[in-house]
């Protein structure tokens, strides 16, 4: 039993999260009136409260050092999770389909480049903002039938919803699905209430998706972008806007 049991240490001396840090073992920073001009390493999971630690807080930190992907939420059908790279095959085949890349980007024609690029996300994505786009799982078959999440947009307000379903599984009714439980995980677990996506406006299902998630559109913008041949080009959006404010309860 005990080979089963994971630990994640908790200290509030720099000398101990220093040699924990070197071996690559889990650790969580006290910071306290004792330690604050002490100099913890970069990247450590700090806490002002002792409280804060909870079981899922403790589970979050030893996956993150180990790198196994985070449970963000489940639904009737679906489990959302972060991504891992053994997750790019099946992504390749989502993607196979042309009408999938109409409104949005490809993945890397190599596709060592997008197992690259997404070990630097799950790093530097997931690891800063501790959220970015997730992997959407059916429960009953652990497929994986698309993506959705949430990402910081510079110069826009609130964090940017994307969402992609493969064609076998759109207009199944995932994608409100997903949406409307990333949303809200996203009030309740990361306190933001506001939010925006950018639509094609030749993107009907989008679109209807948006407005029955409860999305306003706004302002037409435009935004560069990446065509299927990998050269970039400014595209033009319709930005719509949710406010958890302006919801009746």
């Not at 948006?210 to 972008?225: I, N, V, W, Y």
């Amino acid at each position: 039993m005990t080979d089963n049991i994971h630990k994640v240490m908790i200290t509030e001396k720099d000398e101990e999260a220093a040699y924990y840090a070197a071996r690559q073992i889990p650790y969580i920073v006290w910071l306290n009136e004792r330690n604050r001009e002490q100099r913890f390493p970069s990247g450590s999971y700090c806490v002002e409260n002792l409280s804060d630690i909870d079981a899922r807080y403790l589970d979050r930190v030893y996956r993150r050092f180990y790198d196994i992907p985070w449970d963000i939420s489940e639904t009737r059908r679906l489990k959302i999770r972060e991504i891992a790279v053994d997750d790019v095959p099946q992504l390749y085949e989502l993607y196979s389909d042309a009408s999938v890349t109409r409104f949005m980007e490809p993945l890397f024609a190599d596709p060592e480049q997008e197992i690259l690029y997404t070990r630097e996300y799950i790093k530097n994505v997931y690891g800063f903002y501790g959220y970015g786009m997730w992997v959407l799982e059916s429960r009953d078959s652990g497929q994986i039938i698309g993506r959705a999440g949430l990402e910081y947009k510079e110069g826009f307000e609130g964090l940017e919803l994307g969402f992609m379903l493969g064609v076998p599984y759109q207009h199944k009714g995932y994608a409100y699905e997903a949406c409307s439980a990333i949303l809200a995980y996203g009030i309740k677990e990361l306190g933001q209430r506001a939010y925006c996506s950018f639509v094609n406006e030749d993107n009907a299902a989008s679109i209807r998706l948006c407005e029955r998630l409860g999305f306003a559109p706004r302002d037409r913008t435009k935004l560069s972008g990446i065509n299927a041949d990998g050269t970039m080009v400014e595209k033009e959006y319709i930005q719509y806007v949710y406010h958890a404010d302006d919801k009746k309860p």
